[in-house]
Each structure stands twice: as structure tokens, then as C-alpha cells.
């Protein structure tokens, strides 16, 4: 590795010394319109990153000082901006485009295919490198938020190194075990972005909801991407078959250009800190009151204690935990190229450090692009290598079966009145406040302990690279083919310390490590006709895919360290030490084709076709094919030529696309054999497979259209889509008494509608002065289908915190709906609770009852989501802000229902803690039921008198389990980023080396307007959970950060 | 250029080529077997495992119910001591045999189907039985004739319909296991933990099962048949040699794959024995120590109720140089509660610290006539101590076990001795040997020989589980003679399932004796001498004319233990409600305590009330209530309600239309 660096530095030295050799000279030309073909008065032409600019003349005429290497920018209003790089020549011609033509534009759609946007029948967005950057994350994905109708971005945490999860128009798929989240192509190859658990809570506590996990698209650089493009819909993807339902995010990565070396360098500088922590009470400390009111502290953890006076010290134990993060994220990139071919090489480092002490996530990054042409054949490479290093630590409970509690629900539960800073003993063992009276197994770790002394990593080395070669036949004939290759090993390492709170096995130590080895090699032939017929264009595209797709996951631990200090499983005793290895393998082979016929620029339609063969369905099914046709009509081409309209399409689409199965779904497997009194036990596993299994299949359609205002100044894009996913294959938890756990299904179905509109313009574009500015809204509504008879609610289960559930409900029900346990209301005549009624309270237990069957409680997906995005302009000022806004889409807050159940929440400080009072109507009798509890008092519940404290305490029990007090309908406005950029190029005024200087300051999430009480409503409880998911479910995390970057960017 | 066409040709011949079948035909897992290939002598050891742990928790969770235990963990001490039952006692015994066990049955039936190995049929129709019975003796309700094949939403039986399967199931094994295999079917003693191939025993197994569910019935005067559960007996299990128990381990520290618990050991050790939650009541602590007032202490007691050293001193080296051997006393959760209820909370009873050090607990105790008595205490108990104004300040000395706490209230409740016992799989103690099954507090103890606690008879790691026993025979032929009024019949039964259950325990204890006893002495035959004094002692009925139900009762409580059978009996005689036939109050003493907080759970307002009583648990709260939520409900509407709790099940009704007229 260290090799490459250095040849990186010789070349980029290299580079610098050839470009000092330019010299500076007179260019001239005439600069052309694209509309009419003729010249252009007034242009702009400036020298980029120099004070050195002139206008065109009357003729269209230009003449300026410049050097070779140097890029001339030409620009004028209503206009793309044509920027060309000074070569040889003195003499220049150029033709600028229209944006009232920009129609012409190409973009890229599925298998890398060009076209021209007005030939789309379906919705595609595309982002440029400028857009990305405007806001870098080292997660590409987090930087789409707000900017793409019918995406939505979930950020899994706050913590170093967190992923993201990404869904365009919905889910499609029920179960946890499905993906929802699009197909990553790069450069022309499947790049997986799955968010790995290697590991399993039964050997080291690792499971979605307890630590931290990356999702793997962050393994790419995002200062490599040139661009970006959204393939929404089925009928955009259908050429990806079984893999498309979800949408395809298709990225381009950057090439050398013709012309001199260039070189790019940046560095960026930011700190980050945690936009906002749960609140905890100091009134009252720790212990809490037995029914007959006798006070005890012992052991007890819980704030439900006596009143604090003024000379009892408290500690702010939440908010000194948190320290502020850095981030180091260095750049640099070298490209070049000739007529013939071209390469590109970067490299990068991107170090963090998180706002939980001892966390934090370094990313180092290379990447060689090179292309090459030989005549008619084009041969491209691409070449990317990664390191990826998480330090992370348990956040919630780890290891099963007893204690071993993470340090984030350790962190919002300790007493306010220990300091949580105290957590060693001078001989190195963990300070325990309840040491002697609270065995070890059942204590709960201190966050410091759990931090400093515990080691939890997660390392990931990917390498991923393609070849293809283009062979252009005739004008009008070419092949393709491509050879794929995506590798990475992730090494997760799990370190609990001797003396921490687990069984007592586990005291003296434990080790687990975990190894995860993803391969995937794919192969692509495509051939491309393409032939004029007078008015009719049409096009023919035949193609083959395979994929091999082999993930093995082994998974070492033991514990108990023979020898203090030394943590090695060599330092284990064979009997103590354990191996499990897993495998799955899955192929697909693919064949399609598309048509498509096109009269005059006015009229487009294109059929696909695909028949996949996947190896995870049983042979009677493992064939299907997937149609899709789309077309578009450009109306404004049939009518007089207007300015107010100068640009309409309408378009729409159909399409069938699917999934096949998870890997090995098709049998039941059995369980590792156990040996017992000499006998040789098997058993079946918890998971029963299904051997008819059939591919899921979507059907959807959408239709839209694309309008110009007043010369491309005002654009809209309006869709509406509707999608139906059958034959949901779904590995649900559902009933025991089944004999599983979890049995696969294939049966029910996902609808999906929604509408997107995207409006963007250039209200302001002067020659000082500009103002873009691009506002977006979407909505989508999810709801379960038909659905297995006798099932009321399809739960993920990894997404189940506090009292709510993440579940989809059958029938026409919320897709990312969530269940609780509400207070029942006063029942009318026939039984029905009355919406808004008064609570039952229940006479035996004298508090509000609860409804126990689990009922629908809300509704996570938003009404609407939207964002709006501005870039001014300055002279050499850039100032860009994108705000980003919600509206409803419930949250519920598990965290502040965790401190309510702790007695940590100041809800709890109600009426200094002396009297609650429980009104509503007697749940037996319907009378009216008012009851005041005092602390000082004692009271008749059942057949036992129940101290008045200890009843205040059962009164915020009882609050805790209503869901509906935690879960808020959440509106937001949040400031994602807010940039401004200075140009210093000016600055350097007579030199050839430099040839741009520019400086950034970036703010992150500043501001969040929002009616959400807890931390941050933009969550995920356990990222990564397929189904539904967890967004929505706030439980306990690393608080969502907001930063601060400085960064300045230099060009060679 | 030609060359490349003939390039990209084979391409795509070589890629059309690799479609075949062969290339897709991979979607077997290489590294686990599936179900299909399972043999059945692997699978009936994975079923009788999990089937015994399943029971286990069971076993153990019932008898929280019961009275047999007093329990921390508040789970079961809404069971032992609140009655405020919680459901979060409802998930492991539903999970561990419908998830672990019962499809393994179905899939093992079916395999042995195939190859005619029938006495595999038989054993799964075995298992189907006590699985299935246990889940109706706990549930009342739930999956049966769709249950355990995969179907994710199966609807709900009722109770008569389990029970009428499960005797049918019993019935065809008998005829399996009278059957010759065909040629080829694996010998049953190649996968046969429990009873090593023995046939007969197997279907002495089923006799002896047939029986104990018949007599289940025993509130119903229409299917109730002494006769037909007579000639069970005669055809089960006939001394203590036809004991059907599976031996248990302690060499290994594999863990399972669905609870995380240690594989070979004993089922109810896994749950009553494993942590340090679990006391001995005092109510089956009476009953070992003074049964009917007789003053006479059971010659089981030591080996049931555990001991902890006291006295300790240690030498220079830090190891036990003397010490005291102190046994428990029962936690009184039922009786007036006076310890519990100075603390405050049902579950207040405190786990005892290793002193490595000399420590001093200063105790502030306001009231005086608290003071005075505590003082009285550690002076009889010998203890070092100074007092100052409010203050008592007591020495532990080093190897002393007690209660790291200043509150006085705990001080004692080292008297209170887990029923914990150590296995190599959870000991925490690298140097503890696999003979050594005594718990210690932790390494330090260990390391100077402290013994935290000797353990009970039916719940060390290393206990046989007892699936079905000579001496419960012996007490179900002496309640059906009682009920029929035969007195001298009743009575042999009686003292024979007495004498049974001694000499079982005599005979385990007499094999452990050598390894284990050498640390444990609760782990040495009875004295003999005892025995006898305790058999022609007035704790026993010394005669068929004294006999009571309850004599019969008492004895079979203490003779099962740690077994769900005791809270069925209890409930086929309504407790301690005394209104089954003429024969009074059967369990004296047996009643809501003054901890008592489960007036929602239990709504019967008086001891005749069947709703007054545990009558049954909530399905699991998550994995059958929610998950199947439609199908549950619709059988019983109830199923969700907060007192499902006291709810009878079918055979715990007198007829069918008491039954139903719950489910409605």
C-alpha cells in the first residue's frame, strides 16, 4: 500500500514540473449558437481561476491572453456554461447550448446506456460531482438528502463511522431479511452496499440495535464521483431484472480529460458535536419506595429516590460524556489524458474521530481509472481499493444472557447523583457502586468502563475493479463486454474485559471475532444497433449478464484469559475456544434486450425485456422474465414555438420486476450436531424453508412529464407511480407454535403510490450575480396488501423498542406502521372504544388500562418530504444552503420512554413527585373515575394498601406503557448544510502552476426546526433492518451530530 | 478485428453454456445438512434434550406456583410470592418446545415412516404427548392439529382436543413399539439417551403416562375411570428399576443455539439451579422439617434443602481450616412473611459476599426494639461487634459469607441458601473440577473452599430428570384407591411410593458418593437409621384407617418436587380450598400471602372460587398473542385478558359446558 503512495507522489511531481513549462499567448475565435447556428454577441469568456475575462463582439468574436492547460470559460444567460481546455491551438470555435435544448442532454440509465433525456418514458435524476460536493459525507448516500424527489435518506446514528439507509418510493418487500434499498452500480458494476452483521448476539452480543455499522457504498470515495443518476422506477431499472424493484443508483466515476496533467488537492478540517441530548432530571435521586413505602437504595440503579436537597451533589453525567469529534478528510487526485486515451488516480484519507470518546472511523481510499482506445476499440479500467476501520462500542444491551449492557443505555440511565466518571478501582477492576451486594452477572457496566476497557472494531478491506472493452462494428453496430469484480473482508473484533457484568463464564474475559469474506464477479455482453430510417431512429440492444455471488462469514470465540493481559485466543484453553463457518453462494444469469423506435425528436418508445434465472428458487421456478415498455411524447414539438412554454413532454411507462429468493431458502437446515452422554443430537433449525418458493414480481406504472418555462428559466418534472410487489417472499417471525421461528412465505402484497415534482430555475443570472435554486416535494404512500390469513401484523423484528413495534399491517394497512400499547378509551353502546374518550381506568390496579393487543399506534412514513436547494453566486463568492423538510410521519421516542421507567425523565417531576392523579371512567363499571395518589398517603388497591410513593411511582409505569405519550407526528425543517465558497485563483496572479485555489466553509444540520422533543427525529433504531425497517424508532442511540468544516481545495 | 468477433462469439457461448443447470444448481447449503438427510438416532437425542429443558423451565416455573421455591428474579416471584403473574414467565417453555422440539418430532415420525423403523415412530408419538400434554397443563389452548409444520399462522385448539391426541398418540406407540423394524431401520438403542433401547421400558413409559393423564381427569364424573388408570398402573412402570429418568453431565460447556443455556446438564437445574434466585419456601420446607406436626425432620431434607459453610476460619495460606455446616430455612412468602415484609419487597431477599478481608457493616438502626433484637442475634450468633448510640457495627471476618448491605433488615438472609449449584459450563471458576458441582460465591471462595451452597437432590447439573417415576405410580394408585374408598389399597400404595422415592434417592446418592460426596456431603446416602424413625413416625400415616387424601398428597409433593405434576394436583384439588369430595383441605397452609398483589391477575373473591387460584399462564405474549393474534382470539376471546390467569383449563373444569362457558 505504502508503494503506491509513494509512486502517487512521484507522478504528481513529476506532472508539476511538466506544466510549468506552458507560456503565455494571444487566443482567439468566435463563439456560436447552438439554436440558430449563429454567432453570439455579449458572451463572457474568462480565463477560470483568473482576473483575465472579455465579451464577445458583434461577430461573435473574441481575443484573449492565455496559456495552454488553462480553461477558458464561456457563459451567457440561458445558456449551458462551456468551459474548454487551451491546447495547441490559437484559434477557437465554439458553439454554446441552449438550456431551452438542454433536453438534448444525456443521461445515464440502466446498464451505463446514454440517452437522450427527452427519449425517457420514466422519471431519472441525475446529480453532478458540484451537487455532491456542495455537502460531502464520506457516505455518498447522505449527501442525496433533500436533493432527489422520492428518496428518502435515514442516517442509522450520530456515532463514527454510521451508515445510512436509502429507499426510493417506498419499500417493496416485507420481511427484515429483504433489502429495500436500491442496487448500487459503478461504473457499470453491481457495487454492494449491504450493512453487515457478521456477528450474532449469542457470541458476542453483536446484532443490528447494539452497535455501530456502515453501510458498504461509504466504501467509496465521493470526490470520485462525476456523477450520479436515480433510476426510480421499475421501468427505468427493468433491465436489471430480479435486482431492480427497488430502483438502481447508477455511478459514474470521474476520467482524465484531454489536454495537460492536472492536479486536484483538498483538505477539509471539521468538528462536530451532538446537536442535542435527552434531558435528565436532578430533583430526586437514586433508590425507590416498596408497596408498604419502605425506601431502599440497595442495588438499585433507578432515580425514583428520595428529594434531593441542595448539599447533595449531582453529576451531569450525560453531557460530559460526549466530547467533540474531528474529522481530517485529505484529497488528491491527478488526471490527464490525450486524444486517445485518458486515466485518473486519487487517493484519499478521511480520519474521525466520535463524539462518544474512544469511537471513531478512518476510510483511506485509491482509485485508477484509465481508458485507452485502439481505433475502433475502447478499452476502460477502473481499479478501486479501501480500508474502512470503525472503533465502536456497544450502545445498548450486548451480550445475551445476563448484563452486559451497552454504553449508551448505561449512559441515559445512570443516577444523576453517582459519578459516572468514577467506573475503576485503583487495582484496575471496575468501580461498582452495589460491588458486594449486586453480583457481578447482574450489574450494570459503566459507560467509561465499557468505552475504555472493552474493544469493539470492525475493519473492512474492499477492492473492486472492471474491465471493458468497446469494439465499434460499424457506424452503427457495437459490442461491450465487461468483467466485474467486487471483494471485500470485514474483520469484526469484539474484546469484553475481565470484571465486566455478564455471566459469570464470561467475567474473566471474552474474545469473538468475526470474518466476512463478499465476492462478486460478474460478466456483461451487450451489443448495441442503432440505425436511421429518414424520420424514424431506431435502436436494438442485446444483452448477457452472470453473477456470482459468494459471501462466508467464520466466526472464532472464547473466553476466559489463562493469563492476565494477554487478549489472544492463544491465551484460551481449547475446550473454552469455538468456530463456526457459514457460506452462501447464489448466481444469476440474465438475458435481455431493448427496442426502440423514435419519429423526429417527437415521439419515443422503448420495450424491454429480460429473462433472469436465479439460482435461489427451485429449478421449476428459477426461470422468469421481466417486460417493461415506455415511450414519451414532446408535444411542445407539434405547436407553434412559444416562450412561455418552450419545452413539454409528457411520458409513461409499465414495467414487471422482481426478486428472487434469499439464499438457501428452500430447504430447512439443521443445527451444528451436540454431544451428549456419547450421543450425537441434531435438531432443526429455527428458520423452515419454503421448497416452491417463487420470484417476488412488481408491476408498476408511472407517468409524467417534463416542462420548460420562459427559455429553460423555470423547469418542472411531475410524476406519479404506482407499484404493486406480489408473491411478498418473506421470512417473518410469526407464531412458535408453528415449530420455527421464522418460516418462509410467499404470499401478500406491497402497494406503493406516490407523486414527485421537482421545480428548479435560475431566478437570478447575472453576470456578478446568480441565484439557482431547485425546490423539491414527494410523498409516497406504503401500505401492505392482501396478506397469510390469520396474520393481524408482519414485524420486523430487529426494530422493537420500548413498547412499539415496527410492523406492516395486512389488508391495506401502513407499510411502516407501528404497534403499541395505548390506554383504552371509554367504550360506547356497542363496546367501541370513542376516539378522544376519556381513559379506562382499571378499578383492581387503580390506573389507566392499557389495551393489550398490540393495535396499530402510527404511521412512519411522512405525509410529504421535500427539500429546497439555493446556490448564490458573487462574484467569487459561492454561497449554497439546502434546507430539507418533513412533514408528519410518526416518531416514537423509546429513549425518554427508557428515563421514564428509569425515574430519569423530568416528565417524572410532575408536581415535585408528591401527587399524580388518575382520571377517566372505571374500566368495570364505566362510572366516572377521579383519584388523586399523594405521596404521604396510603391507599387500597385490590385487597393490598399500597404506600402513596410507591404508587407514584406505579403511575409513571403505567405512563411509560401508553405508547401514544411518546410517539409525535413530526414536522421538520432542517438546515442540512449550508456552504460558502471563496475563488482565490485571482489572487495568484503571473504564475502557470497554480490554476485554481479555492476556500469552503460548510455547517452541517445547524438548525432543526422541529415539533420532536427527543434527540433527533431523523432516526433509525437498528439500521440497516430490511422489511420496514427502523426509521421512525428513536431508542437509545448516539445522539445526531452537527458540524463545522473548513476546507480549501487547490487545482494544479 | 475478425478475431475479436470470434472473442465476443465465444463469450457469449461460453456465458450461454453457463446457464445450464449445473451452474445455478448450487442453492444447497455446503456447510449445514438439512432436514431431509437428518438420521433418527441423531434426532431423538435433540429431542429428548430439548424436550427435558423445556420441561425444565416448566417444571421449575410451576413450581415457583406451587410452593416449592421462593424466587428473586421478579418474573417468578410473581409466581412464588405476588401472584401479580407475569407473562414474561409465558415465552421459554412455549419457545423451547414448539421452536425446538415439536418439528423435530414431525420430521423424525416422518423419517422413521419412511424407513420403518417404528420404534422411532414410537418414541416421537412419545414426545408429541409429553410435549403437547405440557403445553395444554400450561396454556390450556393453543396450536395442535396445525401446529409444529411450518405453517407461520396456525389456528388454536381447544383443551379436549389436545388431550384426546395426546392419549391417541400414547396409544399408537404402544402398538409401534410391539412392532418389529423393518430390515435396515436403525436399532432404537442407536439414538436412545433415556432408556438405551430399552422397549420395554418405553412402553411401560406410555402405560405409566396413560395414567398420569387419566387421572388428570379426576374432576370429571363421566370420563374420570379408576379402573381403566388401575390397569395403566399394572401395565407401568413396577419398581424403582422401571424409573424412566435421563442422566444428565456436567463434561462440557457447549451451549445451545437457542437460549444460550449448557447442553448436556440437567433440564431443571438450568433454570432452578443455575443463578443464584432461588431459595427453598418455607412451605415445602415444613414439610420436609415437621410434616403433620411430627416433629420429625425428613431423612431427605439435608439432600433437598442446601447448606452453606459458616464459622469459616481460615488458615495462613487463606484456605477453610474449620467451618460450620449452616442449612437453609424456607423463605415465608405464604406465612405471616415477616422478613419480607420489614424489607418492603417480595423480592428483597438478599445474595450473600465473600468476605477476602476482614469487613465491617455498620448498621444505623433507629427503632430500638429493632436494635435490642438485632443485637440479640449476632450475639447468639456469635459474631464480633461495637455499638455506638444507633449504631451497631458488626465484624465479618475473612472466609465469612454475608450481606454487603448497612440496611440491618438483610443482615440475615445468608440463613436463606440458594439452590444454586455450579457446572463447568457457568462456574466463572477456571480451577473448579467437573466432580465439584458445590457453588461458591466466586473465585476467591472457591479458590479458600468456601461452599456457597451444596445444592438440592433433583437440581444439580448432574441429577437424573425425572420423566416418569416408579413412585408416582405408587401415589396415583394410592389417590384412585382413595377415591374409591379403598383404604388398605390406598395405603399399601402409599408407603410404597414413599419407600420408592427414598430408595431412588438412595440409590443416586450412594453413585454420587464417591466423586461428588468427597466435596458435598448433601450429595451422601441418608442414614438408614433415619429412615427408618422417620417411616414409623407420625409424619407418615402408620395406618390404612389413618390415611388421608391429604397424607397421600403431602407425600407426593414431597416425593415430585421440583416437577409440574405437584401444581396440576394442586389444581385438581382446588388448592387449599377443601371443597373436592369430602377430603378437606388437602394442602394446609397453601395460601395467598401478605404480599399477595394479584387482584387483577386473580379475581376470585373467595377459596371456592376456582378464579382465586393460578389456573393456567397467558400464551407468550409476543410469539403467540401478538404474532397470531387473529386465530387466538378467536378461539378465546379471553386469551389477552389480565386475569387469562385464572382461567381453568379443560380437565381442570367438571364438564364441557363449564369449560366453554370460559372460552366464550
Known sequence: ?1052 | MKSLKYITLGCLLILGSASCKKYLDINTDPNNPNNQSVLVQNRLPWIEHYYMYSSGVTNFRTSCQAGIFYAIAAAQNTFSTSWQCSNANSTTPYQTWFVATSSNVVDMYNTAQKQGAYHYMAAANVFHALGFMQMLDVYGEMPYTEAATGNPSPKPDDGKTIFNGCMAKLNEAISLFSKTQETGAPALSAGDLINKGNINKWIKLCWGLKARYMLKLSKKSDLYNADSILYCLSQGPQSIADNIVEPSFNNSTVTDYLIGDPVVTNGNWNYAGYGSNQRISQFYYNLLTNMKNAGVTDPRMTKIVPAYMSNVKLDASGKVNSYTWTRSIGVDSYGPATRLLKAGSPTSITTPTYATANANIKYTIANATDRAAFIAAITAAGKTFTTSGNDVTVTYPAGSMYINSTNYVLAGDTIYVNMRSNSLATSGNAAQPATDVNWYVNAAAYSAGVVGSTGSFQIRPVSDYEILTYHEMCFIKAEVYMRKSDNVNAYTAYRAGIQAHLDMMQAKLTEWQGSYGTTNPDMKPMNQSDITAYLSSNAVAQSAGALTMSDIMMQKYVAMGCSIENWNDMRRFNFSAGNIGGYGVVYPGYDRGPLFTGTAQLTGASKTDPKYWMRRWALPPVYEIQYNSINTLALNPHATDVNIWCMPIWWDCATDDEYYGYLK
Open chain 1, 1 to 1052: 500500500m505504502r508503494k503506491l503512495l509513494y509512486l502517487t507522489c512521484l507522478s504528481i511531481g513529476l506532472l508539476l514540473s511538466f506544466a510549468c513549462l506552458a507560456q503565455e499567448r494571444t487566443i482567439t475565435g468566435r463563439v456560436m449558437s447552438n439554436v440558430d447556428n449563429k454567432p453570439m454577441t455579449g458572451v463572457s469568456v474568462t480565463v477560470k481561476g483568473k482576473d483575465v475575462a472579455t465579451q464577445t463582439n458583434a461577430n461573435g468574436n473574441f481575443s484573449i491572453i492565455a496559456s495552454t492547460g488553462q480553461i477558458l470559460q464561456f457563459s451567457y444567460v440561458g445558456y449551458t456554461i462551456n468551459e474548454t481546455t487551451i491546447g495547441s491551438s490559437n484559434s477557437l470555435e465554439i458553439t454554446l447550448t441552449s438550456l431551452q435544448t438542454q433536453l438534448g442532454e444525456v443521461v445515464v440509465t440502466a446498464l451505463g446506456i446514454k440517452k437522450e433525456r427527452k427519449a425517457l418514458g420514466y422519471s431519472v435524476t441525475d446529480l453532478s460531482a458540484q451537487e455532491l460536493m456542495k455537502n460531502k459525507n464520506t457516505n455518498v448516500i447522505n449527501s442525496l438528502a433533500g436533493k432527489v424527489p422520492g428518496v428518502n435518506i435515514t442516517q442509522f446514528s450520530g456515532s463514527a463511522g454510521a451508515g445510512a439507509s436509502i429507499t426510493i418510493r417506498g419499500g417493496n418487500s416485507t420481511s427484515e431479511s429483504r433489502q429495500n434499498q436500491p442496487l448500487f452500480v459503478i461504473d457499470g458494476i453491481i457495487y454492494d452496499n449491504s450493512t453487515s452483521v457478521p456477528g450474532n448476539t449469542g457470541t458476542d452480543g453483536l446484532s443490528r440495535s447494539n452497535t455501530t455499522y456502515s453501510n458498504r457504498i461509504m466504501d467509496v470515495n465521493p470526490e470520485d464521483v462525476e456523477s450520479l443518476s436515480v433510476l426510480k422506477g421499475a421501468a427505468a431499472a427493468a433491465l436489471y431484472g430480479s435486482r431492480a424493484a427497488d430502483g438502481v443508483v447508477i455511478i459514474t466515476t470521474k476520467k482524465g480529460a484531454a489536454g495537460a496533467v492536472t492536479v486536484n488537492f483538498n483538505s477539509k478540517m471539521s468538528t462536530s458535536w451532538a446537536n442535542k441530548l435527552p434531558e435528565a432530571q436532578t430533583g430526586f435521586g437514586r433508590g425507590s419506595y416498596a408497596t408498604n413505602g419502605v425506601f431502599s437504595d440497595l442495588n438499585s440503579y433507578d432515580s425514583w429516590g428520595q428529594k434531593l436537597t441542595g448539599s447533595d451533589p449531582t453529576y451531569d453525567n450525560i453531557g460530559e460524556f460526549f466530547q467533540n469529534g474531528v474529522i481530517y478528510d485529505n484529497n488528491i487526485n491527478v488526471s490527464g489524458g490525450t486524444n486517445n486515451g485518458s486515466f485518473y488516480l486519487s487517493g484519499s484519507n478521511f480520519k474521525q474521530t466520535g463524539i462518544v470518546p474512544k469511537t471513531g472511523y478512518e476510510k483511506t481510499t485509491f482509485r485508477l481509472n484509465g481508458e485507452q482506445k485502439y481505433g475502433r476499440l475502447t478499452l476502460t479500467a477502473n481499479l478501486a481499493y479501501s480500508i474502512a476501520d470503525i472503533e465502536r462500542t456497544l450502545t445498548t444491551a450486548g451480550l445475551y444472557g445476563g448484563g452486559g449492557n451497552g454504553a449508551m443505555g448505561a449512559t441515559y440511565s445512570w443516577p444523576q447523583t453517582l459519578d459516572m466518571k468514577n467506573y475503576i478501582n485503583p487495582d484496575g477492576t471496575q468501580y461498582r457502586p452495589f460491588a458486594g451486594t449486586l453480583p457481578l452477572e447482574n450489574d450494570k457496566d459503566n459507560p467509561y468502563w465499557i468505552i475504555n476497557q472493552d474493544e469493539l472494531t470492525s475493519k473492512t478491506k474492499r477492492i473492486t475493479g472492471g474491465i471493458s472493452a468497446n469494439y465499434k462494428i460499424t457506424s452503427w453496430w457495437d459490442v461491450t463486454a465487461r468483467l466485474g469484480y467486487d471483494q471485500y473482508t470485514t474483520s469484526d473484533y469484539t474484546y469484553i474485559a475481565p470484571g465486566s457484568a455478564v455471566p459469570p463464564l464470561y467475567q474473566n474475559g471474552r474474545l469473538s471475532k468475526d470474518l466476512l469474506d463478499y465476492t462478486f464477479l460478474t460478466t456483461t455482453v451487450l451489443s448495441n444497433f442503432h440505425k436511421k430510417f429518414k424520420d424514424f431512429d431506431t435502436h436494438l440492444m442485446l444483452g448477457t449478464t452472470s453473477e456470482d455471488t459468494k459471501t462466508s462469514v467464520q466466526n472464532h470465540w472464547g473466553y476466559n484469559f489463562i493469563t492476565a493481559g494477554t487478549i489472544s485466543f492463544n491465551n484460551i484453553n481449547t475446550s473454552n475456544k469455538f468456530f463456526t463457518d457459514g457460506t452462501s453462494q447464489k448466481r444469476l444469469v440474465g438475458a435481455y434486450g431493448e427496442v426502440g423506435i423514435s419519429y423526429k425528436n417527437i415521439a419515443f418508445i422503448t420495450a424491454t425485456g429480460r429473462n433472469d434465472w436465479s439460482s435461489t428458487l427451485p429449478i421449476e421456478n428459477w426461470s422468469y422474465f421481466y417486460p417493461s415498455v415506455s415511450g414519451s411524447l414532446v408535444f411542445t414539438e407539434l405547436l407553434p414555438r412559444s416562450t412561455i412554454l418552450s419545452f413539454g413532454k409528457v411520458r409513461a411507462s409499465w414495467a414487471q420486476v422482481g426478486k428472487d429468493a434469499n439464499v438457501y431458502a428452500t430447504n430447512t437446515y439443521v443445527n451444528p450436531p451436540y454431544i451428549i452422554g456419547g450421543f450425537t443430537a441434531v435438531g432443526n433449525q429455527w428458520a423452515a424453508g419454503n421448497p416452491i418458493i417463487k420470484p417476488e414480481i412488481q408491476s408498476s406504472w408511472e407517468v409524467g412529464g417534463e416542462f420548460r418555462f420562459l427559455n429553460g428559466r423555470i423547469n418542472l418534472d411531475y410524476t406519479y407511480y404506482n407499484s404493486q410487489t406480489k408473491n411478498q417472499i418473506a421470512q417473518p417471525r410469526l407464531a412458535q407454535s408453528g415449530g420455527f421461528i421464522f418460516s418462509s412465505l410467499n404470499t401478500g402484497s406491497v402497494i406503493n403510490k406516490g407523486m414527485e415534482i421537482a421545480l428548479s430555475g435560475k431566478v437570478i443570472s447575472k453576470k456578478d450575480f446568480g441565484w439557482d435554486a431547485t425546490l423539491n416535494y414527494s410523498y409516497n404512500k406504503g401500505r401492505l396488501g392482501t396478506f397469510l390469513p390469520g396474520v393481524a401484523y408482519f414485524y420486523p423484528t430487529d426494530a422493537q423498542f420500548g413498547t412499539v413495534k415496527a410492523a406492516s399491517i395486512p389488508n391495506g394497512g401502513f407499510f411502516l406502521g407501528m404497534t403499541g400499547s395505548p390506554y383504552l378509551r371509554e367504550l360506547d353502546s356497542k363496546g367501541v372504544e370513542i376516539p378522544n374518550g376519556r381513559y379506562q381506568v382499571d378499578p383492581t390496579t387503580g390506573l389507566y388500562k392499557v389495551n393489550a393487543n398490540n393495535p396499530v399506534v402510527g404511521n412512519r412514513e411522512p405525509d410529504f418530504i421535500g427539500g429546497f436547494n439555493n446556490t448564490f453566486r458573487y462574484k467569487k463568492f459561492v454561497l449554497s444552503f439546502l434546507l430539507d423538510i418533513r412533514k408528519g410521519g410518526d416518531v416514537y421516542n423509546g429513549t425518554e420512554y427508557a428515563m421514564v421507567v428509569n425515574g430519569l425523565s423530568k416528565l417524572t417531576l410532575q408536581d415535585d413527585r408528591q401527587t399524580v392523579t388518575v382520571s377517566g371512567v372505571n374500566s368495570v363499571t364505566g362510572a366516572e373515575f377521579t383519584q388523586t395518589y399523594n405521596a404521604n398517603q396510603s391507599y387500597t388497591i385490590g385487597s393490598t394498601t399500597v404506600a402513596g410513593t410507591n404508587m407514584i411511582q406505579r403511575y409513571w409505569a403505567n405512563y411509560a406503557a401508553n405508547s401514544y405519550y411518546f410517539i409525535t407526528s413530526v414536522n421538520w425543517l432542517k438546515l442540512r448544510s449550508l456552504s460558502l465558497t471563496y475563488d482565490f485563483t485571482g489572487f495568484f496572479k503571473n504564475q502557470n502552476v497554480i490554476k485554481g485555489i479555492s476556500a469552503m466553509a460548510v455547517g452541517t444540520n445547524l438548525f432543526t426546526w422541529t415539533n420532536y422533543k427527543g434527540m433527533d427525529p431523523e432516526v433509525s433504531a437498528a439500521g440497516g433492518t430490511g422489511g420496514s425497517g427502523s426509521t421512525g424508532i428513536d431508542y437509545l442511540g448516539v445522539p445526531a451530530v452537527t458540524s463545522f468544516t473548513f476546507g480549501i481545495n487547490i487545482t494544479f
